[in-house]
């Protein structure tokens, strides 16, 4: 077995491909921050939202889940390497014969499906809708090479179609805003044309790795992975409900000046999400191969994600303490309200941590059937929050009603991991990093949205100390 030490530097290296994508993404989207929000109104930054909530939806939908039976076929089974050709032609290719079927009468008809929706025939929300059907589709065909690359540890190749896209996206938008100035219409045509280039790519990529005249298709391994994955779809609808519908309650509730705000606050907290996905993905292969000695492979994976949830809540903590400052001087005034959401945002992120560390064991064991109930009856909690809570605060509620429900999910999922696989977490410290990071998080945008400098620094010194005790006692630990 790999030891959580040797194993630790194992997961620095590789996920530094991720980190390393990761932040070029996020870097070229704060830069052109400035630019969006004197470009775009809140209004239409509402209807950007809106593309995102269309394509993220159309994304996981018809993905189908698949991907992750992919992995786990991959790893529960030991596949011959040189077999896995026919396992993803079994997936891949029927999948995306589905998934264009579904698309094209979507697209066709999407005036009709935006009237139906948000019952309002405005051309930028109509377009919105339109071509979100279509980045989402494209994002959909991506999602099985992605996985490809992961499990053969090609994380450089894997890392860079995660992340090319939405990065070719910016440089397209801001291209597009600055040669033709098109608008808000720069940033659905940049964004839909940069994952359509990567989306054909992989499909050519596809028909020469497992071109399915040549491997052939197993229709069992297909129907192993559907139901395998169909839990999966249900449990990921039910997370874009909980991530996502509050965009649809704000736009309808409190318009789209409102969803704009909290749009802008939303993303840049996201970056947090971005940190702990890019560490969560190395460290599922890795784990996944070492669950299969017993013990001390789950030995190996709890003190893991002490270190995991330690990482991520150092980044949101300071991604807090230095962006809202920052970000003060830094976007437009008609957006300021959004550094109020940045905290919320950042603290529920902190919990995602907490859930990845406790659903991975439930993916590697099969035990996918929870999830199509426990994510739902949070995505249910979810949408009950936001209808009390957005009428009454606006953005600032829809925040609280996202971290009220990630908080919800964390615990029902660790409940569940804990009842299922007996791994031997360390509850103790995990409530220790997240409390404390929680603490500083809600304190330090307090105390310097409002211009308390003398405090600000004490509680600089209070995190910093706070950090190198912490990450002392868990390096002593392993």
Same mark, same amino acid.
Request: charge should be positive; proline fraction near 4%.
């Given at each position: 077995?790999t ?24 870097l ?20 950007i939202?809106?593309?995102e909530?269309?394509?993220s939806?159309?994304?996981?939908f018809?993905?189908?889940g698949?991907?992750?039976a ?12 040189k077999?896995?050709? #026919? ?6 290719w029927?999948?995306?014969?589905i ?7 979507l697209f ?9 929706l ?10 919105a ?7 989402g589709?494209?994002q ?18 894997s890392?860079?179609?995660?992340n090319a ?13 600055y !040669?033709?100035d098109?608008?808000?219409l720069?940033?659905?045509w940049?964004?839909?044309?940069s994952f ?11 028909a020469?790795k497992?071109n ?10 297909? #129907? ?12 990921a ?6 991530y ?11 318009? !789209? ?11 840049l907290?996201?970056?947090?999400f971005n ?20 013990k001390d ?12 949830l330690?990482?991520v ?13 920052? !970000?003060k001087?830094?976007?437009a005034?008609d ?16 919990l995602?941590?907490?859930y990845?560390?406790?659903?991975n064991p439930?993916?590697?064991?099969r035990k996918?059937k929870?999830?199509?109930?426990s994510?739902?009856?949070c995505?249910v ?9 957005v ?41 220790k ?14 105390l ?7 405090e600000?620094v !004490? ?10 005790l912490?990450?002392r006692?868990?390096f002593?630990?392993?």
């Amino acid at each position: 077995m790999t030891s959580p030490s040797k194993g630790l530097k194992q997961l620095g290296l590789s996920s530094f491909p991720y980190l390393g994508f990761q932040i070029s993404v996020r870097l070229l989207a704060f830069l052109s921050l400035p630019l969006f929000t004197q470009h775009f109104t809140p209004e239409e930054y509402g209807t950007i939202a809106l593309f995102e909530l269309v394509s993220s939806f159309m994304a996981v939908f018809l993905a189908l889940g698949i991907h992750g039976a992919f992995s786990q076929k991959f790893y529960s089974t030991n596949i011959d390497p040189k077999k896995t050709a #026919k396992l993803y032609a079994s997936l891949y290719w029927p999948v995306q014969t589905i998934a264009l079927f579904v698309f094209l009468p979507l697209f066709f008809f999407s005036t009709h499906a935006s009237t139906f929706l948000f019952n309002n025939d405005e051309a930028n929300l109509l377009m919105a809708v339109k071509w979100g059907l279509a980045s989402g589709f494209f994002q959909a065909g991506l999602q099985l090479p992605i996985e490809y690359f992961r499990i053969r540890h090609k994380h450089l190749h894997s890392s860079f179609l995660l992340n090319a896209p939405p990065f070719l996206g910016l440089l397209t938008t801001i291209s597009f805003l600055y !040669l033709f100035d098109w608008g808000v219409l720069s940033y659905f045509w940049g964004f839909s044309f940069s994952f359509a280039f990567f989306y054909f790519a992989s499909v050519l990529f596809s028909a020469f790795k497992a071109n399915p005249f040549r491997t052939g298709i197993s229709w069992d391994a297909f #129907k192993d992975g559907f139901l395998y994955s169909f839990p999966i779809v249900i449990h990921a609808c039910a997370h874009w409900v909980i991530y996502l519908s509050d965009r649809y309650i704000l736009e309808h509730l409190r318009g !789209l000046y409102e969803l704009g705000i909290y749009s802008l606050g939303y993303n840049l907290g996201f970056v947090v999400f971005n940190f702990a996905e890019a560490l969560n993905r190395v460290i599922v292969p890795r784990y996944f191969q070492e669950a299969e000695r017993g013990k001390d492979g789950k030995r190996w994976y709890a003190q893991t994600t002490n270190i995991f949830l330690l990482a991520v809540a150092f980044s949101a903590t300071t991604l807090t303490l230095i962006g809202t400052p920052l !970000l003060k001087y830094f976007i437009a005034k008609d957006y300021l309200d959004a550094l109020k959401i940045l905290p919320w945002v950042s603290a529920s992120y902190v919990l995602f941590a907490v859930y990845f560390s406790a659903v991975n064991p439930i993916y590697f064991h099969r035990k996918t059937k929870l999830l199509a109930f426990s994510t739902p009856s949070c995505a249910v909690l979810n949408v009950l929050l936001n209808l009390f809570l957005v009428p009454r605060y606006g953005a600032l509620g829809a925040a609280i009603a996202t971290f009220l429900s990630i908080l919800a999910l964390s615990l029902i999922m660790t409940a569940l991991s804990h009842r299922h696989t007996r791994y031997p977490f360390s509850y103790p410290t995990w409530g220790k990093v997240v409390f404390l990071a929680v603490f500083f998080i809600f304190l330090g945008n307090t105390l310097q949205l409002y211009n308390h400098p003398v405090e600000a620094v !004490l509680l600089w010194t209070g995190y910093v100390l706070f950090v190198f005790l912490l990450f002392r006692r868990l390096f002593r630990s392993i």
